[in-house]
């Protein structure tokens, strides 16, 4: 028989490059979205969607009941950091409350295992190390701050109920399927890899580039760009060390990029320019973020088999450039 999964957020970004991830081993996969950001189209044919919110308790409910579930993984959640500034209580409602009911019912229904999207955005500036996973906890946005609360659920879950949970913090998703069936496609896109490519294919003015005063080598601020699916195998390394003990991984490739960097890997491979402009910082921001992935490397075995920041962004193109209107077309 088949392992089944439950993903939250499956028809989202990362969500559905990790359902592509457990069709491929034969598993039977279950989405649960509600659509506001994700879409119908990128969960792949062998998946069953639900349609349907974390804040709707009946229908979690009704979903878990059909068990058993090998694991839960839980992407769902609002993720931008400016909208998090502007509206910090409204994040916190929105990604701590589901959250807690997706874990308590979880809890509820006997589900083992809990795997959950969290963020590199709850550690403070890097500096000049990569982050480990014993680093300080600083979130500097209400968002990371949202991921962390989760992180300390699933923790007390684990020490009251023996729920054994994975808390992956993600750096800088980026790429698309290199078979072409996924993409990237965020209404709007706040993602700086298919902006500077719709930028450089003329299909949005040109990009804004936030802040040129950091204390890095050009100005501008560094982050660890990871593969999607890279992203997605980790997700399977972490789900597989939950049958011996919860974990916690940071998962990025250990070299920062800076937005500089980022458009010249853009003009290189598609040979055009990116179209650009120098704006002021934006609140929430930090000048460097790059990952210390040692950890899951050791444990598991699991590397980026896509790090070259080139590779990422030619994966990106050629959905984008297949998919001009995304998932609309």
């Known amino acids: 028989m088949p392992r089944r999964f439950l993903v939250t957020g499956g028809a989202g970004f990362v969500g559905s490059h990790l359902v592509a991830a457990l069709l491929a081993q034969g598993a039977e996969v279950v989405v649960l979205d509600n659509l ?19 804040e709707d308790e009946a229908t979690v409910q009704a979903v878990l009941a059909d068990g058993p579930w090998h694991a839960v993984f839980h992407f769902a959640a609002l993720s931008l950091v400016g909208d998090s500034m502007r509206d910090p209580i409204g994040y916190l409602a929105a990604n701590v409350g589901n959250g807690l009911r997706l874990i308590a019912a979880c809890v509820r229904a006997g589900v083992p295992r809990v795997v959950l999207s969290s963020t590199a955005a709850l550690f403070g500036d890097s500096g000049s190390a990569a982050i480990t996973e014993d680093a300080a906890i600083a979130p500097g946005s209400p968002y990371g701050d949202s991921k962390w609360m989760l992180e300390r659920a699933l923790a007390w879950a684990g020490r009251i109920h023996g729920l054994r949970s994975a808390s992956l913090r993600y750096f800088n998703a980026a790429g698309a399927d290199p078979e072409g069936r996924l993409g990237e496609d965020h209404r709007p896109e706040t993602h700086l890899v298919p902006l500077a490519i719709d930028a450089m294919l003329g299909r949005r003015d040109e990009l804004a580039v936030f802040g040129t005063d950091y204390p890095t080598p050009d100005g ?23 049958d011996h003990a919860s974990v916690t991984y940071n998962l990025g490739t250990a070299t920062g990029h800076s937005v500089l960097d980022v458009l010249h890997s853009v003009a290189r491979v598609s040979g055009r320019t990116v179209p650009h402009r120098l704006a002021p910082r934006r609140p929430g921001d930090l000048a460097r973020l790059v990952a210390s992935p040692a950890r899951i490397m050791h444990d598991t075995g699991w590397a980026p088999r896509h790090a070259a920041l080139d590779d990422i962004v030619a994966t990106a193109l050629r959905w984008r450039s297949a998919h001009p209107a995304g998932y609309g077309a």
């Open 36 to 54: 506001s950001t994700g879409h119908r189209a990128a969960v792949l044919p062998g998946a069953r969607l639900v349609v349907g919110g974390l």
């Open 220 to 242: 501008t601020c560094i982050r660890d760009y990871i593969h999607v699916t890279d992203l997605a195998e980790a997700h399977l390394a972490a789900l597989a060390r939950l």
